[in-house]
């Protein structure tokens, strides 16, 4: 998820009627589609919401609505919105910088929560009674929606605003892999102690957040979340619309756990490409080995893609099966294979894998099983603090 740019009006989302159905194995009833649920704790107050283009609710038709155009036409005083990582449409490059801007259909102010802060301050939230967060998250830990999650109820507690979390399905909840962040890495791809999947819905996290005293000072965030419906462990969730520009479907938000971590090198992971996240490659790669080839050029979400009008050797994983567990093996593969092994990490692989260890183990030659190993106590761990907060 990493130019100046502006916020794109409101419009573009308001009345938007998206034709994508949800696909899961049974119909679920996000928080935000249980507008009965919450109504009545938003009439008679002034709202502020941190919402982007997934911000959604199906209606009878199986068409989409932007939260936003909802609670308005019911009469809700919305006054400020709040916009994450790639902006409140979505558009943005992985780690663009997004200004904050004025929606000029509505006149309602867009203020940047990945521009000159993170953080939203007390100016930002003058005025409000209440917040609403509907932002689809897809359970990884260097997915920055979290860290935006966490700043917005830690400002919210520090100014006695209470925070209403719409919940919504993680499509990686069906496993929890990966090392676990240490402290002294820790950063806005990655704020808490849990591991790369964590198997959490954003609702569920956020009562983690609250619950484990992580916000400063230990402070508690006066929080209510709104439950999924009909929703459970073992459905396969789809999303309606692509959470952030270079996960375009289910098998990218699959493969993403186990494909970042070639962010932190010299390897390509798609960006560039109508792949993102179901391919790899490198100039540095062994042809012999890695037959599969691409040049990445410029597209959206990405302006400037890693090895940009180089042609790359690697694999194409879009028939990958469906994955129960972050898959080691191209990473050490690709390290084994490539140019130059001094070359291939750059410092930014320790903030996505939250330890230094990690690299250290892939240039001891560990292997998959080796490494996992050495995750397992720090899982069982997690697991435990897990249960304490979970929903479903």
């Not at 009627?17 to 049974?26: C, G, I, L, R, V």
């Not at 283009?53 to 038709?61: A, G, P, R, V």
């Not at 932002?135 to 605003?161: K, N, P, W």
């Not at 993403?256 to 996240?277: H, I, K, M, W």
Request: with cysteine; charged share 25%; net charge negative.
């Amino acid at each position: 998820m990493f130019k100046n740019t502006v916020l794109f009006s409101l419009f573009f989302v308001f009345g938007c009627q998206a034709q994508t159905k949800h696909k899961t194995s049974n119909p679920v009833k996000t928080g935000a589609e249980q507008i009965e649920q919450y109504l009545n704790k938003l009439n008679g107050k002034t709202i502020g919401i941190v919402a982007n283009q997934t911000s959604i609710i199906e209606n009878k038709k199986g068409n989409y609505r932007h939260l936003v155009d909802s609670l308005l036409a019911s009469g809700v005083s919305v006054k400020k919105v709040f916009a994450p990582e790639h902006g409140f449409r979505g558009k943005a490059d992985a780690g663009e910088r997004v200004e904050d801007d004025t929606d000029k259909r509505t006149g309602l102010p867009i203020i940047s929560l990945y521009g000159t802060h993170k953080k939203p301050t007390a100016e930002d939230l003058e005025g409000l009674d209440l917040m609403v967060f509907d932002i689809q998250d897809v359970g990884v830990r260097f997915y920055t929606y979290i860290s935006t999650l966490h700043y917005v109820m830690e400002a919210c507690a520090e100014q006695h605003i209470p925070v209403l979390v719409l919940d919504r399905p993680n499509p990686n909840r069906h496993y929890i892999d990966g090392p676990i962040l240490e402290e002294k890495h820790k950063s806005f791809i990655g704020m808490h102690p849990v591991p790369v999947v964590y198997g959490m819905t954003i609702g569920e996290y956020a009562r983690m957040i609250n619950g484990e005293k992580w916000l400063d000072n230990g402070i508690a965030c006066d929080l209510e979340v709104i439950s999924l419906k009909d929703y459970n462990d073992a459905m396969r969730y789809e999303l309606p619309v692509k959470p952030s520009p270079n996960l375009p479907n289910a098998t990218s938000i699959n493969l993403y756990p186990s494909l970042c971590f070639f962010e932190g090198t010299n390897v390509n992971a798609g960006r560039g490409t109508d792949d993102q996240f179901q391919v790899f490659g490198s100039p540095y790669l062994d042809s012999k080995v890695f037959e599969y080839h691409y040049t990445p050029q410029p597209n959206e979400g990405s302006t400037y893609p890693k090895n940009q009008d180089q042609l790359c050797f690697g694999k194409d994983l879009r028939q990958h099966k469906y994955l129960n567990e972050i898959h080691l093996d191209w990473l050490l593969e690709a390290y084994a294979h490539t140019e130059d092994k001094g070359t291939f990490f750059i410092p930014f692989f320790t903030k996505l894998a939250g330890t230094q260890q990690l690299q250290e183990q892939i240039e001891d030659v560990m292997t998959s099983n080796e490494i996992k190993a050495t995750w397992k106590a720090g899982l069982d761990k997690f697991k435990r603090i897990r249960s304490k907060y979970t929903l479903y």
